[in-house]
């Protein structure tokens, strides 16, 4: 067995976006929509995602994709710094995009309604380089790895598709490069049921087949725990904790985590809760509270919670949350006892 | 009497290029404080079968027959004067994306009242208070100071809240709710639910609820009924469905989704989609895609089948 290889390095990553200014004076305020991420994807795993909306889920795979340019931090694929392509050690952009693809929640509107689902997939091999003749037979073949015969499906268009048939093109069009990383933002969300079930099958499929490394960004907390081997919890920019799936979901450490997982739903009648875990909404993201972002609906919140923005601290192995509790000597009455 | 009897009830779309059967042929009652849950992918027809109830699926391209009483009232055969009178007094709905139903240019306190003086005659004073009482109802925070907010300046959550006390202001005997939790994020879902939930206890409404997502029917309903192609192919008992669902398609859909303990292990799946519906089926619109399926499936619609306090519309499944 080999030892665990870095393939992305994420540090400090930050995206602010700035308001529009005010009609009348008063300092425009900004979104912290990623807001310091640090965190590490090991080659070959699947590492999920999870939050609610307005955490900044989204934001951070548009960043790792640089669709999005940060406002701090910077983000390392195999020790070298993207897109700056001057510095010895940086990766190209053109170069990075080989290695690196992404696949959207909305599969018509990540198509385009003009071209044949073969001219879109091969489109991406001719811009680096591929002839057309050889362009298209790799179109072909992604086609037939997605489950989509090529003899029938090639020449269609876009709205000639079904949903699931449209995120299969989009998979493919995601591979055509052989890329070693997969972002795939709500890849699953807006599919039925039956559908998703088909297509995270193909997903498990094309990661062994092509030995790939996922991204899985999900607000769907049993899909992220189906297909995970690490999970990272967001909430307002910042990540509240990080860890193997079965720790997370077995023995979650931060309060919010215990939180966003005893709301799921029970399919069983005899399991219902009589109160809702959390009150309230998220706070907004332009205004979070000081220290800790989830002190405002938090049961164990006390002082020290409103001083500092809690540090990440060991809650396991491989296993850390960023909650007061956690760490020794915080002045938190639940951190007590901890060996420093 | 129940409060729902809906029998044999098509609803087809007629447009100049194709025409959609859309519900095939559905038969429920719905007893008084009773929850059913339809659950069903998308184009299944729950959404279609819940509109008809309040007459709301578009009157120039909609065919409906068969019949529909809510409370006594036909629904089928009303004019638009008694169907004003219907909506919102005895039966009223909350939809999914409360940003889309809500007016972008009043006050949640005038959208509230609105519907009061419409239906009760009250003065704009009374309707206000009644506004601050169904605010307080739906545990909206700082309610007072709401009533004058507009629908941009509320949270996701508080904009369903607001919803559910527009529909519930003039104290309707029946609630539709389509797919109302969708779009809430999962704190938020769990909140809105269980807020459902005990208005539906204590005001003692009948409410069907439309969902694709078996854990919000596992979380609400008494009975579920799932939808395929148009038509009911099961419904029971909320925890009997859930844990031995008859028909191949809802067994189907049971493997189909993900849920904890079947972590990195193959997720079972249908094959293939679900049907076109420009012509009418004329077996079991399941059978192409069902395992079970032998050739006397395609002969004719399967009848639903009673079974017990259950019912599924397939030949394969025993007494």
Not at chain 1, 215 to 224: A, E, R, T, W, Y
Request: charged share 20%; proline share 7%; with cysteine.
């Amino acid at each position: 067995m080999t030892t665990p290889q870095t393939l992305l390095t994420v540090r400090g990553l930050q995206c602010h976006f700035p308001l529009k200014s005010r009609l009348f004076g008063g300092s425009p305020g900004v979104v912290r929509a990623v807001d310091g991420l640090d965190f590490e994807l090991i080659a070959g795993e699947t590492l999920g995602i999870v939050g609610e909306s307005g955490c900044g889920k989204s934001t951070t795979s548009r960043l790792i994709m640089a669709l999005q340019k940060p406002t701090g931090g910077d983000v390392l694929f195999d020790g070298r710094a993207v897109g700056s392509d001057t510095a010895a050690a940086g990766i190209a952009l053109k170069d990075y995009f080989r290695q690196v693809q992404m696949v959207f929640q909305d599969s018509s509107a990540s198509l385009n309604p003009r071209l044949t689902i073969a001219e879109s997939i091969a489109f991406a091999p001719k811009v680096h380089g591929m002839g057309q003749r050889a362009a298209n037979a790799a179109a072909h073949e992604m086609l037939d790895a997605v489950g989509l015969e090529p003899a029938r499906f090639a020449q269609r268009y876009p709205h000639e598709l079904s949903g699931g048939q449209r995120q299969r093109v989009n998979i493919a069009r995601a591979l055509a490069l052989r890329p070693r990383l997969v972002i795939l933002d709500e890849p699953v969300s807006a599919l039925d049921k039956s559908v998703e079930a088909q297509v995270l099958n193909l997903l498990a499929d094309l990661k062994e087949r092509f030995g790939l490394t996922y991204l899985f960004i999900s607000h769907d907390l049993n899909v992220v725990q189906h297909v995970s081997d690490r999970v990272l919890v967001m909430y307002l920019g910042q990540i509240v904790e990080l860890g193997p799936v079965d720790a997370i979901f077995d023995a979650p450490a931060h309060p919010y985590t215990k939180a966003l997982l005893a709301s799921r739903p029970t399919l069983l009648p005899g399991q219902r809760r009589a109160d809702p875990p959390l009150l309230g909404d998220p706070p907004n993201p332009i205004n979070p509270p000081s220290g800790c972002r989830f002190r405002t609906r938090c049961d164990h919140a006390e002082r020290p919670c409103s001083d500092t923005p809690p540090p990440r601290a060991p809650a396991g192995p491989g296993h850390d949350a960023a909650c007061l509790m956690h760490l020794p000597g915080s002045g938190h009455s639940a951190a007590q006892g901890r060996a420093a | 009497m129940s409060l729902v009897e809906v029998r044999d009830l098509t609803v087809t779309f007629v447009g100049r290029d194709r025409t959609v059967h859309a519900v095939g042929g559905v038969d429920f009652d719905l007893a008084e404080r009773e929850v059913l849950c339809i659950l069903g992918e998308s184009g299944s027809g729950k959404s279609v079968t819940l509109r008809a109830l309040m007459a709301l699926n578009p009157a120039h391209t909609t065919r409906v027959t068969g019949s529909i009483k809510v409370d006594g009232h036909d629904i089928v055969t009303a004019d638009a004067r008694k169907l004003e009178d219907i909506r919102g007094g005895v039966v009223s709905m909350i939809f999914q994306e409360p940003m889309t139903a809500l007016d972008p240019v009043f006050t949640i306190g005038q959208q509230i009242g609105e519907t009061i003086i419409r239906h009760e005659g009250v003065s704009r004073a009374t309707a206000r208070a009644r506004a601050l009482d169904l605010l307080e109802l739906v545990q909206i925070p700082s309610a007072k100071r709401r009533l004058d907010a507009y629908p941009h300046e509320l949270s996701g959550g508080l904009r369903q809240r607001t919803m559910i006390a527009i529909a519930l202001s003039c104290r309707p005997r029946l609630l539709l709710a389509d797919e109302p939790t969708t779009a809430l994020d999962a704190t938020v879902q769990i909140q809105v639910l269980l807020l459902l939930r005990r208005l539906q206890q204590e005001l003692g409404m009948g409410v069907i609820f439309v969902t694709h997502d078996l854990g919000v029917a596992g979380e609400i309903a008494d009975r579920v009924a799932v939808m395929y192609a148009g038509r009911f192919v099961e419904q029971g008992p909320v925890a009997e469905l859930m844990t031995a669902p008859l028909h191949p398609y809802a067994q189907g859909l049971l493997g189909a989704t993900v849920h904890a303990g079947k972590r990195g292990a193959r997720l079972t799946t249908i094959p293939g989609s679900p049907p076109a519906l420009d012509t009418p089926t004329t077996g079991c619109a399941f059978a192409p895609r069902c395992a079970m399926a032998i050739p006397q499936c395609t002969g004719a619609v399967p009848d639903l089948r009673r079974f017990g306090d259950r019912a599924a519309r397939c030949i394969r499944v025993a007494a």
